[in-house]
């Protein structure tokens, strides 16, 4: 089966631009979900979709980054106006539906490298 | 509240010597629990989860954890690494009801030839 797919793969920008990533991910995962990778730490979760419903943003700096998913498939994530602090791998991961435990399991993208000088 | 604790954040060791990843986790209710791996420029790659039943899981690349209820841990091992481990290793917790996922923070295992 395809895997996740996002691109773009790097993006150099300066603060106060803006930027966005888009995510596809693998077919038939009804949860989608956005992470941030800042250097040295574990994946943090920024959004969860469930087909194209907001599951969880608690932790989404919804001042400056919004996020959809039209559809119930592609998803795309922006940033504006961007903040040095942004600096960081964007990963998309998909899994199957709730309910289905033996399938339980995040499958991730290659991510976006994002640099803002 | 979840939370996931590794306890190293780099693990040197040589070629062909085995290995230990530490993982204790916190949680109040039954959780599922995996290992990924992610090498650079990548994303993460599932090694192995562990959902019920055995208690010692297998994954991929000849690695394996054993699930230890009573501790909370989730150690991942390998009885002989090559240099192409070197990567940085990843413990999760799964939240079934709500396909949650808490990370650790990762441990940097190095592999010198």
């Known amino acids: 089966e395809a895997g996740v797919a996002q691109s773009p793969r790097y993006k150099i920008i300066e603060k106060r631009q803006s930027v966005a990533f888009w995510c596809n991910p693998i077919?038939?995962?009804?949860?989608l979900y956005w992470y941030q990778q800042i250097l040295g730490q574990g994946p943090k979760l920024l959004i969860q979709?469930?087909?194209?419903?907001?599951?969880?943003d608690s932790q989404l700096p919804k001042d400056r980054f919004s996020a959809e998913r039209l559809k119930g498939v592609d998803s795309t994530l922006k940033i504006q106006p961007a903040k040095l602090e942004d600096s960081a791998v964007y990963l998309c991961?998909?899994?199957?539906?709730?309910?289905?435990?033996?399938?339980?399991?995040?499958?991730f993208g290659n991510g976006t490298r994002l640099t803002v000088t | 509240a979840q939370s996931v604790t590794q306890l190293d954040s780099q693990v040197p060791v040589f070629e062909e010597a085995p290995v230990e990843l530490r993982c204790n986790y916190s949680?109040?209710?039954?959780?599922?629990l995996f290992w990924y791996v992610q090498y650079p420029n990548q994303g993460l790659q599932l090694l192995l989860k562990y959902l019920s039943g055995s208690t010692l899981v297998k994954g991929i690349n000849g690695f394996e954890a054993e699930f230890n209820k009573s501790q909370t841990s989730f150690h991942l091992r390998k009885p002989s690494v090559h240099i192409s481990d070197t990567a940085e290793y990843f413990c999760?917790?799964?939240?079934?009801?709500?396909?949650?996922?808490?990370f650790g923070s990762g441990t940097k295992l190095n592999v010198k030839p």
């Open positions: 949680s109040s209710v039954s959780v599922y």
């Open positions: 991961a998909s899994s199957f539906t709730a309910g289905q435990a033996h399938n339980l399991a995040l499958h």
């Open positions: 999760a917790v799964g939240k079934y009801n709500f396909n949650k996922f808490y």
């Open positions: 077919s038939g995962h009804a949860t």
């Open positions: 979709f469930q087909n194209n419903g907001v599951v969880d």
